[in-house]
């Protein structure tokens, strides 16, 4: 009873922090709890969409999964609070908001960050097995995101969150599923991945990431941050796949990142054309939401890049990794 009092009490707080707007996370004190938040809800994420069997406890985890969703409701709207001057702009017809959209792969934020060069070009196998780990641990799993972001959608675009969805499972062989290729990686390279080892910002991405999916009032803002990924991927994991084979790992292990430097720019074509043009077209009011969803996951890879390169540029924790 005590420890449900306080997990409470620290739901509350941590609401009232993440509605305060922008601002937030600028002081060493809301850091803290920017970790307790996306841990939190990193390892509800985990819990929540594992296949299980009934139980007695189903109205006790009711109850648990309202306070998840007041938490991860008062994250995400906070956030929407963030971006929501950068979107005010976004044009509504489908022409506009495609240029607006494809214009983020040269302007967005994090576009070209440093470390992809250095990673590509300097980094040692342990600061590569460290980012990688990191973005493991930050992954949702983009198949299962596909997946529960094309219910109920138009036929246009749920065909192409179907085609996307079919590709991410190989076309139906084991050998090329996307995940399992991903997972090789990490075993391979004996990575490990943990949330307790895991940066915030790479939770916090997870986070965002299947807050979206599982939402259906942010369905939009899933198809825009899913889309991005697919603008925005290919040139980082071409520097990641470069980084890889310089440092001598083999192409088994490197064969994710290599397939998708060429696959997500056919992938991002599709998705603009297919899905996020039609859906303008349809219904100019859903542009800002597509808008605000791909904002907001370039800001939360802006962050972890920046939070990487701290980790990774800094002498001490160098030594401490080596
Ligand atoms: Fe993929
Ligand atoms: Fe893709």
Redesign the pocket.
């Known amino acids: 009873m005590l420890s449900r009092t306080r997990q409470s009490n620290e739901s509350i707080m941590s609401i009232a922090l993440f509605q305060s707007g922008p601002g937030v996370g600028a002081d060493s004190k809301t850091c803290l709890d920017d970790v307790s938040l996306h841990r939190r809800l990193a390892r509800w994420n985990q819990r929540r969409l594992s296949p299980a069997t009934p139980d007695d406890a189903w109205r006790k985890e009711l109850g648990e999964e309202h306070q998840m969703r007041l938490l991860e409701g008062g994250y995400v709207e906070a956030f929407r609070t963030e971006v929501a001057e950068a979107v005010a702009a976004v044009p509504v017809d489908a022409d506009g908001f495609i240029d607006w959209f494809e214009a983020l792969k040269a302007e967005g934020p994090g576009q070209f960050d440093p470390l992809f060069d250095w990673l590509a070009e300097e980094a040692t196998l342990e600061d590569l097995r460290w980012f990688l780990r990191q973005e493991a641990a930050g992954e949702a799993g983009?198949?299962d995101l596909v997946a529960l972001t094309q219910v109920k959608f138009p036929t246009s675009a749920k065909l192409e969150l179907a085609r996307n969805y079919w590709?991410?499972m190989g076309r139906g062989a084991e050998g090329g599923m996307?995940g399992p290729m991903l997972e090789r990686t990490t075993a391979g390279l004996d990575l490990q991945p943990s949330i307790e080892a895991t940066l915030w910002q790479s939770l916090a991405l997870a986070n965002t990431m299947t807050a979206f999916a599982t939402t259906r009032r942010y369905a939009y803002h899933s198809v825009g941050a899913l889309g991005v990924v697919e603008l925005t991927a290919p040139t980082r994991v071409a520097k990641v796949a470069q980084g890889l084979k310089r440092l001598g790992v083999e192409p088994r292990l490197r064969k994710y990142f290599d397939?998708?430097a060429v696959?997500?720019i056919k992938?991002s074509e599709d998705w603009n054309r297919e899905a996020l043009r039609p859906l303008v077209a349809a219904d100019p009011g859903c542009a800002r939401s597509l808008a605000e969803g791909a904002l907001m996951r370039l800001i939360c890879g802006e962050r972890c890049f920046e939070a990487y390169r701290q980790a990774l540029w800094n002498d001490d924790a160098r030594r401490a990794r080596a």
């Open positions: 983009f198949d590709d991410e996307h397939l998708h696959l997500d992938h």
